[in-house]
C-alpha cells in the first residue's frame, strides 16, 4: 500500500513539475503531453524487461496483450485490466473502471478537461512497454466518466 501511495505522489509531482517548469509564456499542452509519455515510454521499456526476463516467447500478439492486461498492468496498478476488447484487426480496448490514477481527482465532470495529463504518462508505459515485445503501436485513452478510462491500441503493422 505505501508503495502504491509512493507511486501516486510521485506521478503528481512530475505532473506539476513539468507544467510549472514550462517558461512563463509557453501554454502549449501537447508538448507538455509527449514529454509525459515519452517518460512513460522509457518506463514502460524498462519494466517490461524485467518482468519478462524469465518468461517463455510470447506466440501473437493476443497472448502479448493478454500480459499486459494481467501481468504488466498488475505490476503498476495492482490491479488486472477489467475488460480488453478486440476487433482481431490491430485494433485493442482496455478498460480499467477504476484507474488508479484518476481516483485521486474528483469524480465530477468539471475534471474530465484535466484527465489527459494524468493518462499521459500511462499511455507511454503501455506503448514503451509494447514496443520492448516487438510491437509497435498508437496508445490513446479517453474518459467519459472519472475514474474509469478506457485505452486504445492501435496496432503499426511493420
Request: positive net charge; contains cysteine; glycine residues 6%.
Amino acid at each position: 500500500m505505501a508503495d502504491e501511495a509512493a507511486f501516486q505522489f510521485l506521478h503528481n509531482e512530475v505532473i506539476q513539475y513539468i507544467y510549472k517548469s514550462a517558461e512563463s509564456g509557453e501554454t502549449d499542452n501537447g508538448r507538455h503531453i509527449a514529454k509525459l509519455e515519452n517518460m512513460g515510454f522509457r518506463v514502460g521499456q524498462g519494466l517490461i524487461e524485467r518482468l519478462t526476463k524469465d518468461t517463455a516467447r510470447f506466440k501473437d500478439e493476443l497472448d502479448i496483450m493478454k500480459f499486459v492486461c494481467k501481468d504488466f498492468w498488475t505490476c503498476v496498478f495492482k490491479k488486472q485490466i477489467d475488460n480488453l476488447r478486440t476487433n482481431h484487426q490491430g485494433i485493442y480496448v482496455l478498460q480499467d473502471n477504476k484507474f488508479r490514477l484518476l481516483s485521486q481527482l474528483s469524480a465530477g465532470k468539471q475534471y474530465l478537461e484535466q484527465a489527459p495529463k494524468y493518462l499521459s504518462f500511462s499511455c507511454g508505459l503501455v506503448r514503451g512497454a509494447l514496443s520492448s515485445l516487438g510491437v509497435k503501436s498508437i496508445v490513446t485513452a479517453e474518459v467519459s466518466i472519472m475514474p474509469a478510462c478506457k485505452f486504445q491500441i492501435m496496432i503499426q503493422k511493420m
